[in-house]
């Protein structure tokens, strides 16, 4: 029951799914660096030694080689700012960000939480020779971010952190714009003109509607190596790449196509069909979707841990860590993350919303504002690359005790304002959690009781909408969970139709069976009925299930048999399209999108958050 369709599984959910893998990858991460400060401090030689290690690639008379450290700052982590730039692009074509006046208080924040931690450490280094390194206190990292905030604020509502999300992005895509006009050195302008026609021929594959990697895989990589030949820093390139892989969800058309190439391949198994097959579905996907499937775990799991066992190893002593936190630049980056972000990102939320009366504010309430701006202070993969660009011997060093101090420090302040939270009355704490913005509308058109199937009070705290299809065996696997909600006396729930025909080739009709029942008095007994009965949905069961209901058998038939509630079922199918719904079951709740599990434990959680909004948009202001 973690899945939906064949055709859905996952496909939606892009700031959720994210979430979920930058939470399960913050302990792989935590581990890395504690694994290389481990090793450091046991066998310091043979940490340096490896990680110095030389690795070169020739071709002829072309070679090009670095030490592995580099390999991994520069080469791997493109791959990381690659899955940046494609949830930055997927949260302007999918997420709250669609709506673009969303985006001022996000980028605002964003911005101003990068200046004032760069203003703090300036002040404190007042020009002295660690000043150039500035850049190492401005960025905050996602991934450890992210995990940190799913251990530390266990209650926190899944809004929480897509406000953070949102704000990370923008911080995110400036601290590539520093990387790339600050701290690369020796800029060469024939390479740089070079990675400029490389990348246009990307863009015009992309306008020519190519979809095929292996095409633009050579392109890629030479935009790589144009941009690292230039001097400039070549993670820059996983950015531009990302930022130009469009997202949407997969329409039925598509999905339609995809499974009568799959039938072909059904009927006869060949080579050259299981090939198209394999491409039709490929082809349903949006780019972004598919190069985040594939590039997001690695990123994840494997190059960010990585780049944390290759950078975070630090020989520690009592020496060191007197001389540290009296350096300046350890100082300056402690105070810039703990300090210059949550005053950042609270301050700016604060003031837009002062200026604006309310029109723009915080998606989320002033406690998730607040440990937002907090956990921001984990400045760790971003502020590690720009230290190792800026710094090196014992500078990089301090850097590097800054760098993990304000993780530590910042970490401790967001579990105090999370729990703190968590002791108010339940009423304020929702409103401290879940704030009062109004909410995106996803569903189209909203439900109206006199067109469709309503069960429950009318004036219920909670509606949840479900797209179903009475032959879907996903959608009889989530009826035990809905039947349990209905007894719910504060919620109400709405059946429409969503028929795949190309897979189930009896919804359809068993559909206008409901709608035929339904002119009769009987809609959700005939629902019930065919959801328990899914492998018998021919026309005598429908037939016996009239019977059984007591219904007028003829005029029942005569319904099915003429299409008289086609047109019913059809209005149903265009509010799935307008409503960006391709596979059953999918569940609205509160006119928003839920996208995840649809287990009763899940759903639960999922309407309690709903109850809670509804409850603050009804209190008095």
């Known amino acids: 029951m ?18 979920r893998t930058e939470a399960g990858s913050a302990g792989v991460l935590v581990a890395a660096i504690a694994g290389a400060l481990l090793w450091a401090n046991l066998d310091p030689h043979s940490y340096e030694v490896l990680w110095q290690t030389r690795f070169s690639i020739e071709l002829g008379n072309w070679s090009v080689g670095y030490n592995l450290r580099t390999w991994v700052n520069s080469g791997l982590m493109t791959l990381f700012f690659l899955v940046v730039g494609l949830e930055a692009r997927r949260e302007f074509d999918l997420g709250d960000l669609r709506d673009r006046r969303r985006f001022l208080l996000p980028a605002f924040a964003g911005i101003t939480g990068m200046l004032l931690p760069v203003l703090i450490f300036l002040l404190v280094n007042q020009g002295g020779p660690g000043a150039h390194g500035w850049g190492a206190a401005m960025s905050t990292d996602t991934a ?14 899944e809004q929480a952190r897509v406000f953070l999300l949102t704000v990370f992005v923008v911080d995110d895509l400036l601290a590539l714009v520093v990387i790339a006009v600050v701290y690369s050195e020796h800029i060469r302008m024939l390479p740089l003109v070079l990675a400029v026609v490389f990348f246009a021929v990307v863009l015009g594959l992309r306008v020519l509607g190519v979809r095929r990697g292996v095409v633009y895989a050579p392109f890629c990589v030479a935009l790589w190596g144009a941009l690292l030949a230039s ?27 995809a499974s009568k190439l799959f039938k072909l391949y059904r009927e006869q198994p060949t080579a050259e069909l299981a090939r198209s097959a394999t491409l039709g579905l490929a082809r349903s996907l949006s780019p972004n979707d598919r190069l985040q499937r594939w590039y997001h ?21 009592g020496t060191l860590l007197a001389h540290a936190f009296t350096s300046p630049i350890t100082l300056g980056i402690l105070l810039g993350y703990v300090i210059g972000k949550p005053v950042a990102v609270v301050g700016v939320s604060w003031l837009l919303a002062l200026v604006s009366r309310g029109r723009i504010r915080p998606t989320v309430g002033w406690a ?32 590097k005790v800054g760098v993990l101090a304000a993780a530590l420090v910042a970490s401790l302040l967001t579990w105090t304002v999370y729990r703190i939270t968590a002791a108010l009355p339940k009423a304020r704490k929702a409103r401290a959690l879940l704030g009062v913005a109004e909410q995106l509308v996803d569903l189209i058109p909203p439900v109206d009781p006199d067109r469709d199937h309503v069960r429950g009070p009318e004036d219920a705290s909670v509606t949840v909408v479900e797209y179903g299809d009475f032959q879907c065996p996903y959608c009889g696997q989530a009826e035990p969970a809905v039947r349990e909600l209905l007894a719910d006396a504060d919620l109400r729930y709405v059946w429409r139709h969503l028929p795949l025909t190309d897979v189930h080739p009896q919804a359809l009709l068993a559909a206008e069976a409901a709608e035929a029942a339904a002119a009769q008095g009987a809609f959700w007994e005939m629902h019930d009925l065919l959801l328990d009965h899914q492998d018998k949905l021919t026309m005598p069961d429908l037939l016996g299930y009239a019977d059984r209901l007591g219904l007028d058998r ?42 995840g599990a649809y287990d009763i434990d899940t759903l639960t959680r999922a309407i309690k958050i709903a109850r809670a909004r509804a409850r603050i948009g009804a209190a008095p202001t």
């Open 2 to 19: 973690l899945g939906r369709t064949t055709w859905t599984h996952g496909l939606a959910a892009p700031l959720r799914t994210f979430i």
């Open 144 to 157: 450890l971010a992210l995990g940190l905030l799913a251990l530390l604020g266990r209650d926190v509502p």
């Open 231 to 257: 001097g400039v820093e070549p993670v820059v390139a996983g950015l531009l790449i990302g930022l130009t892989a469009s997202a949407y969800s997969p329409a039925r058309g598509a999905l339609e196509r």
């Open 297 to 317: 775990p690695w990123s994840s799991y494997v190059i960010v841990p990585l780049f944390g066992l290759a950078n975070a190893g630090i020989t520690i002593d």
């Open 368 to 399: 998730a504002v607040l440990g937002s701006g907090t956990i921001a202070g984990i400045g760790f993969t971003v502020s590690l690359l720009i230290a190792t660009l800026a710094f090196d011997g014992q500078q990089l060093v301090e850097a």
């Open 554 to 595: 003829e005029r029942f038939r005569e319904g099915l048999r003429s299409e008289t509630y086609a047109g019913r079922v059809a209005r149903d199918l265009q509010s799935a399209d307008l409503s960006g719904v391709s596979g059953t079951p999918t569940f609205f709740i509160n006119e928003q999108r839920h996208y």
